[in-house]
């Protein structure tokens, strides 16, 4: 039994999107292979439970940061603990390292990765951290880079691998645009935004990342937390276009990212997306693959080293280098 633990179950698709990777690959080199999924959202019990049941443990996404609380390290480190004293063979895949600010987190994630059998990240940023702490590692590039296929941005069925009934649904939903638009994708930090300040910085992005506000936009929520950012957003924006008399009845499109697949999202940005514009990882990588243009709002350190990754690597490197993660690491130790 495979154990894979993370920031699941919290209605993050980039982080659901890894664990759903990893179990595909791992699928298909034992066939008979049977995952389970944990994470804080689990009771005491099931972890007791899950971690009794199971053999393999697969730590993704990033874990090891105290940018929320102090209590988000510990929890990581108490997990591993509790792994390597029931024997379990324990990975950590394409991590993300930091921040770390607290002495007490750099111990906990320097502790929990010297369990570990084998550690990769997928950042310049994390392997310096590591370093840092004298932990041996891999150092890749995420794992949603292993989504790029160079034949996946010609718009026929077969590439994308869409059933045809989903597809028509899929062009319904987006039938009220003319041509391609941009895509926003906001990320709300949690006890960071007071009213004022979220308003002058949402006015800030549409300015900035919205060239016509008379074209509808789309935005594509990655997170259930990102509800509220978003909705103010398009307030912003229609009072925007009223201030300069665009009164059409302009219908802007909202998605939720864990309503589609990751081929299906990749044809809906692929084929209505003109740029990206983003705080969130993983919107940028899926949308970076689908061929937009990508327009970065650097909140944290991840999102500086998808910047740095994607003006050195292009995407046959970045995927190649996700993909190494497989045969460095977790079929190496499997």
Not at 121 to 136: A, C, F, H, N, Q
Not at 259 to 274: A, H, P, T, V
Not at 279 to 285: F, V
């Amino acid at each position: 039994m495979f154990l894979l633990h993370g920031y699941l179950n919290h209605g993050n698709y980039g982080d659901e999107l890894l664990a759903e990777i990893v179990e595909r690959r791992l699928q298909k080199h034992y066939p008979e292979a049977k995952f389970n999924r944990l994470s804080s959202k689990n009771s005491i019990f099931d972890h007791f439970k899950l971690i009794e049941d199971s053999e393999h443990f697969i730590c993704l996404g990033g874990l090891f940061q105290d940018k929320t609380s102090l209590f988000t390290p510990f929890y990581y480190f108490l997990t591993t603990y509790l792994a390597h004293m029931k024997g379990m063979k324990i990975l950590f895949l394409a991590q993300g390292i930091g921040p770390l600010e607290h002495p007490l987190s750099k111990w906990f994630c320097k502790k929990a990765l010297a369990l570990a059998d084998f550690v990769s990240v997928r950042d310049k940023t994390s392997s310096d951290t590591l370093k840092e702490l004298g932990i041996d590692h891999f150092y890749g590039a995420d794992l949603a880079w292993s989504l790029y296929n160079n034949t996946s941005l010609v718009q026929n069925d077969n590439n994308y691998g869409i059933d045809l009934g989903v597809k028509s649904k899929i062009d319904a939903h987006f039938a009220s645009l003319k041509g391609k638009t941009t895509v926003l994708s906001l990320k709300s930090e949690k006890n960071s935004y007071s009213d004022e300040y979220l308003e002058k910085f949402l006015t800030k992005v549409i300015e900035d990342c919205i060239q016509d506000i008379s074209k509808p936009i789309i935005i594509l929520e990655m997170q259930d937390s990102d509800t509220r950012i978003h909705a103010r957003a398009l307030e912003l924006i229609k009072k925007n276009r009223m201030a300069n008399n665009i009164v059409d009845n302009i219908q802007d499109i909202y998605i939720k990212a864990n309503e589609f697949k990751s081929n299906e999202l990749l044809y809906c940005l692929n084929k209505y997306g003109s740029e990206m514009t983003s705080m969130r990882l993983h919107a940028l990588i899926i949308g970076h693959i689908a061929g937009l243009k990508s327009t970065a709002i650097a909140v944290d350190q991840k999102i500086n080293d998808f910047i740095h990754q994607i003006d050195i690597y292009n995407l046959e490197t970045l995927k190649d280098r996700a993909e190494k993660h497989y045969d460095k690491v977790l079929f190496l130790n499997f």
